[in-house]
C-alpha cells in the first residue's frame, strides 16, 4: 500500500510560482511511477506530469512543458512539482498519484491540493 499527501497549494498572481509536495508512504518499487494529476471545475481530470520513482525518466503535458518541472527526494521519500509562470487556467485541485507496476493506471491517490491562479 501507499499513502500520499500533498501540500504547497494556495492562491498566487498570474506569473507567480509554488511549488507543490507529496509526501509518499508505505512500499513502493523500483518500477513506481509517481504523477501530478488536476481537475479543474467543470472539467475531467488531466494529466500533469510524472516520473519514474527510480530513474530519470519524467513526462509533461504540452500544457505545463517548459513551465512545470517535476523532481522526487527519495530519501525524503517526496515527490515535487514546481510551478513557474502560473497562468488563471493553471487553476485547478493538483492530485499526486502512484502506480507500482507498468501501465497506464495509477492505484493511489492523494487527497488534493488547491491551486488559484488570479489575473
Known amino acids: 500500500q501507499v499513502q500520499l499527501v500533498e501540500s504547497g497549494g494556495g492562491l498566487v498572481q498570474a506569473g507567480g510560482s509554488l511549488r507543490l509536495s507529496c509526501a509518499v508512504s508505505?512500499?513502493?518499487?523500483?518500477?513506481?511511477?509517481m504523477g501530478w494529476f488536476r481537475q479543474a471545475p467543470g472539467k475531467e481530470r488531466e494529466f500533469v506530469s510524472s516520473?519514474?520513482?527510480?530513474?530519470?525518466?519524467?513526462y509533461y503535458a504540452d500544457s505545463v512543458k517548459g513551465r512545470f518541472t517535476i523532481s522526487r527526494d527519495n530519501t525524503k521519500n517526496t515527490m515535487y512539482l514546481q510551478m513557474d509562470s502560473l497562468k488563471p487556467e493553471d487553476t485547478a485541485v493538483y492530485y499526486c498519484?502512484?502506480?507500482?507496476?507498468?501501465?497506464?493506471?495509477?492505484?493511489?491517490w492523494g487527497q488534493g491540493t488547491q491551486v488559484t491562479v488570479s489575473s
Open positions: 498519484a502512484a502506480k507500482l507496476l507498468p501501465g497506464p493506471k495509477y492505484d493511489y
Open positions: 508505505g512500499r513502493t518499487f523500483s518500477s513506481t511511477f
Open positions: 516520473i519514474s520513482w527510480s530513474g530519470p525518466t519524467a
